[in-house]
């Protein structure tokens, strides 16, 4: 048993009941649609909208036992609220790093929990590591949005919620940014679902760590804007992800920008679940 499996396994138990076990639903209008039986993990019910609650709260119940009382992180969004969302829970308050185009709604919501809110007009990695230096400096921690093993134990609890759910998945398909959500699903799989094939999905016009693993190394990848914006974004020189993604990932698929926008209005129409454009806010 490796040691960021045995991480996920004791986040599985620790992030309770901060974090609930989100519902696996079968999709009748897909099923009948691809020919297969489709399954949908309905991560968008959690209460910042998306699976970064997960790794969030795992983190900073580790940092909290520390006495840890700031941190310091960077995002385009999600992960951003969900630290929010975390460190008000812990008494850890937040700085969060974005990108000045980041979604206005997002930061709002962000501030809307009691966590300070600092753009940079720079690209997210650019932001991100000039978050990570910040922090350094001033001797705060940094909560990576994916390369942190922490982070990832608490996003890969979903791995061990679909294998408990259904046994005998035959694929799995996960939406891949740096690489955070399919490390952690893919480790628990592994483990517990050795026969289901783990499929990384990217947009084709933010192909960032599908162009590392295709190198082997971590570049410089160029990137147009996509609207699945929370899978935008560099990879960190030393990124944690790259390695573990190498390990668990079977295929990987690169998606046009005119077939999210598709899938989108798909999902809309036949499960009515409006995904992508959610808006947060707190209670």
């Known amino acids: 048993m490796n040691d960021l499996y045995t991480r996920v396994v004791e986040a599985s138990e620790a992030i309770r009941p901060d974090v609930p076990v989100s519902p696996l639903v079968h999709s009748t209008a897909l099923s009948d649609r691809t020919g297969c039986v489709v399954y949908l993990k309905c991560e968008h019910v959690q209460e910042t909208g998306s699976f970064k609650l997960r790794g969030a709260v795992n983190k900073l119940r580790l940092l909290a036992a520390t006495q840890c009382k700031r941190v310091v992180t960077a995002s385009t969004g999600n992960h951003g609220l969900a630290v929010a969302l975390a460190g008000r829970r812990a008494a850890i308050s937040v700085v969060v790093y974005a990108p000045m185009d980041a979604s206005s709604v997002k930061l709002d919501a962000i501030r809307a929990l009691g966590a300070q809110v600092i753009t940079i ?44 759910q259904h046994p005998n998945l035959a ?96 999902v809309a129409q036949t499960e009515r679940w409006m995904i992508g454009k959610r808006e947060f806010t707190s209670t």
């Not at 147009?224 to 990124?239: C, L, N, Q, W, Y």
């Open 121 to 164: 007009d720079a690209p997210p990695l650019q932001v991100e590591l000039e978050a990570a230096r910040r922090g350094m400096t001033d001797g705060l921690p940094f909560i990576s949005p994916y390369n942190d093993l922490d982070v990832i134990a608490g996003q890969g609890t979903i791995g061990i919620e679909l294998a408990e």
């Open 171 to 266: 694929a799995i398909f996960v939406s891949v940014g740096g690489g955070g959500l399919i490390a952690g699903i893919g480790t628990a799989l592994k483990e517990d679902s050795p026969k289901t094939k783990v499929v990384g999905c990217w947009p084709r016009n933010a192909p960032a760590l599908y162009e590392c693993l295709k190198a082997g190394r971590v570049i410089e990848v160029d990137e147009a804007p996509t609207i699945s914006d929370a899978t935008a974004g560099g990879v960190a020189p030393d990124s944690v992800t790259l390695p573990i993604v190498q390990q668990v990932m079977h295929d990987a698929v690169l998606i046009p920008e005119d077939q999210i926008t598709q899938a989108m209005k798909l």
